[in-house]
């Protein structure tokens, strides 16, 4: 699913769901942004399966991958994130094919080879048991990537996901299928098809998702453009997870919450692995 910068919003869930609440501590807050400092970004390039594939890097530390919205690129679907977070890690944040730098190529999208492409510029930079921080798009390349390669993740933050269409709200649901055309060319017909299509079954799936012995936080927003059942059901699948519902809060988590976010997903990174079962 897109970044909400691209097109859909959604409208308020009204659903009978008890959820553990979650309670955001000031304190928290001021001290997970209080000391973020600007760094620059590189940008770089790397042949991956024939074709140019450009990632930005920032900062030192263990590495932290952060995977974009769909028709987005890294360096915008993070903003809020880079500066934060740069200060303790390393980041790496690729653009995938015909988003962001990265040119387009002839053909469909997915999501098998956009994983595919992530998971070999990984291996290129010698990168394993990396955290993964996936939005939108970006969060189904980072549960297909601890479900294929396993051996390249240590903990995931994922959030507006969606492991079927049928997770998606209705409303938007129906808009892609109106807008849907034979031929999709531009990137943006690309998107609308790979959002209506996919992900598929073998993609990923409730069974697959048990497959995940990595502990994941599962972050949602109570507005999501994903229906809050669909995710409770990616929650409850998952063998090691968290969730973290945001209140009032549409698809844009990580634009929209970050004084929220950011600190939640730092203590989740830098937790002692009490409960991982992972790599």
Known sequence: MANSSTRYRCDALKLGVTLPVLTLWLTCILAGNAHA???????NKATIHGHRMYYAVRGSGPTLVLLHGGGDSGEH???RQLDVFSEHHHIVAPDQVGQGRTPDVSGP?????????????LKKLKLSHVDVVGFSDGGILALMLAVRHPELVRRLVISGVNIAPEGLNPQDLEGLRASQIPKPKTIDEKLAH???TSPTESELSLALLA?????????????DAITLEHTLKIFHALPTAELCVLPGTD???FSGRSEWLNPIIRAFLDRVADTATGP
Do not use: C
Request: hydrophobic share 45%; charged share 15%.
């Open 194 to 196: 790979l959002w209506l």
């Open 77 to 79: 679907s993070f903003v």
């Open 37 to 43: 400092v600007n760094q620059t970004t590189e940008w």
């Open 211 to 223: 497959k995940i012995s990595q502990p994941v936080l599962v972050v949602s927003g109570d507005r």
């Open 109 to 121: 999208l997915s999501y098998t080879g956009m994983m595919e492409d992530t998971a070999a510029l």
């Open 251 to 253: 698809h844009a988590t």
